[in-house]
């Protein structure tokens, strides 16, 4: 899927205009809570002409309002050609996401476009959020990914974004993403601080070794950091090579630098080789 999600206010000419240049595998036009509520219609307005610049270049993704009207006024707007996906704020529950997929399934008909093109990706922010995660994952076809919103959940707590609250959240997200088939973009570590990489890199790194795949940015000094953490090694991407090729003779199980190799290991293999293209 994405290593890097860029987010990018969408009244913010300054930053659309740049944002495929960015290097993000994907952008996030935020109609959220970069936006004022006053400006919330200007917002949506101005989405189609973002989408339609920006598509050409790097993957397009919306974020929409959690509140029901705010929500349902969003995917009237954001519904288009070329969005890949839609990020649901504070999504609580498997309820939610299936009330979505239902509206966005209602557009996608009316406008004519394929029906399911476009993805979902369930932001989890609150306790029941990431207790719900495993029904949350399995909740709809659309369904593409996880993750952890930090800020939210540390104050959902009651206290501050630190590793002993966010790594077992983390991984509840993950492997709830996992299980389901999903990708997880989990960096459990406040990005707020948008200069401090050093951080940002050992959470990721951290993040990538129990099976996440990605994260977001909200400064593009941070996209450099998530897409070399969650690429693969050139010594991952060598020895996946080498395990391929050694996999074409057929045989289900071989030595391989005197370590027995075998169908998870040929799967992992795969999937470092897929993702590095």
């Known amino acids: 899927m994405w290593r890097s999600l860029l987010f990018i206010p969408v009244l913010e000419e300054r930053f659309v205009a740049k944002a495929a240049k960015r290097g993000a595998d994907a952008v996030i036009l935020d109609l959220e809570a970069s936006i004022a509520e006053a400006d919330k219609p200007n917002a949506r307005a101005a989405l189609p002409d973002a989408v339609a610049r920006l598509a050409p270049h790097v993957d397009v993704t919306v974020r929409i309002n959690p509140t029901w009207l705010p929500a349902i006024r969003d995917l009237e707007a954001c519904v288009l050609p070329r969005?890949?996906?839609?990020?649901?704020a504070l999504c609580e529950s498997a309820e939610q996401v299936r009330a979505v997929d239902g509206i966005v399934?209602?557009?996608?008909?009316?406008?004519g476009l394929p029906e399911g093109g476009i993805a979902l990706i369930a932001m989890l922010e609150s306790p029941a959020a990431v207790l719900?995660?495993?029904d949350i994952a399995r909740s709809s076809p659309?369904?593409?990914?996880?993750t952890l919103g930090v800020e939210d959940y540390a104050t959902a707590m009651g206290t501050e974004p630190s590793d002993a609250l966010l790594q077992p959240a983390g991984y509840q997200v993950i492997q709830a993403a996992r299980s389901a088939g999903l990708d997880a973009l989990?960096?459990?570590a406040s990005i707020a601080d948008f200069r401090d990489l050093d951080s940002m890199a050992s959470a990721a790194q951290a993040a990538r070794a129990l099976g996440s795949t990605?994260?977001?940015a909200v400064h593009p000094g941070q996209v450099a950091v998530l897409n070399r953490c969650f690429a693969p090694t050139p010594e991952e991407l060598h020895w996946a090579e080498r395990v391929v090729a050694a996999s074409a003779s057929g045989d289900a199980v071989f030595k391989l630098d005197g370590k027995m190799?075998?169908?998870?290991?040929?799967?992992r293999a795969k999937r470092q080789l897929q993702a590095s293209r």
Request: aromatic share 2%; charged share 25%; proline share 9%.
């Open 132 to 134: 719900n995660a495993p």
């Open 142 to 146: 659309r369904m593409a990914a996880l």
């Open 186 to 188: 989990v960096v459990p």
């Open 261 to 267: 190799i075998d169908k998870p290991l040929i799967e």
């Open 214 to 216: 990605g994260g977001y």
């Open 105 to 111: 399934t209602e557009l996608e008909r009316e406008r």
């Open 83 to 88: 969005v890949s996906a839609l990020h649901m």
